[in-house]
């Protein structure tokens, strides 16, 4: 069984910074990818950072600049550095881990239960 849990949520004001992190546990093989996705009321899940095992990182247009996303790979644990935030970065964030939990498993998504961030303006 794998297990992500997250932290670092809550309500800060525009311009303010948080921290995100997720550590996963269980039964892992391998973590290929682990990132965040985050959405809002009435909106569609997006993409918001990810990172490779090997540090290669991806970010929506959006945070680009403002956010940044890091990885420990001996704590399986990967963290998001959110600066100046926008009221529009209010949204549930979820973390995920693309990993093996075996030599001969299959790639599979595991989410976190989610983290709710609000920017008050």
């Known amino acids: 069984q794998v297990r992500l849990v997250e932290s670092g949520g809550g309500l800060v004001q525009a311009g303010g910074s948080l921290r995100l992190s997720c550590a996963a546990s269980?039964?892992?093989?391998?973590?290929?990818?682990m990132g965040w996705y985050r959405q809002a009321p009435g909106k569609q899940r997006e993409l918001v950072a990810d990172?490779?095992?090997?540090?290669?990182?991806n970010y929506a247009d959006s945070v680009k600049g403002r956010f940044t996303i890091s990885i420990d790979n001996a704590k399986n644990t990967v963290y998001l550095q959110m600066d100046s935030l926008k009221p529009e970065d209010t949204a549930v964030y979820y973390c995920?881990?693309?990993?093996?939990?075996?030599?001969?498993?299959?790639?599979?998504?595991?989410w976190g239960q989610g983290t709710q961030v609000t920017v008050s303006s």
């Open positions: 995920y881990a693309d990993l093996t939990r075996s030599h001969s498993d299959y790639r599979r998504n595991y």
């Open positions: 269980g039964s892992i093989f391998s973590i290929n990818v």
């Open positions: 990172i490779a095992s090997g540090g290669s990182t």
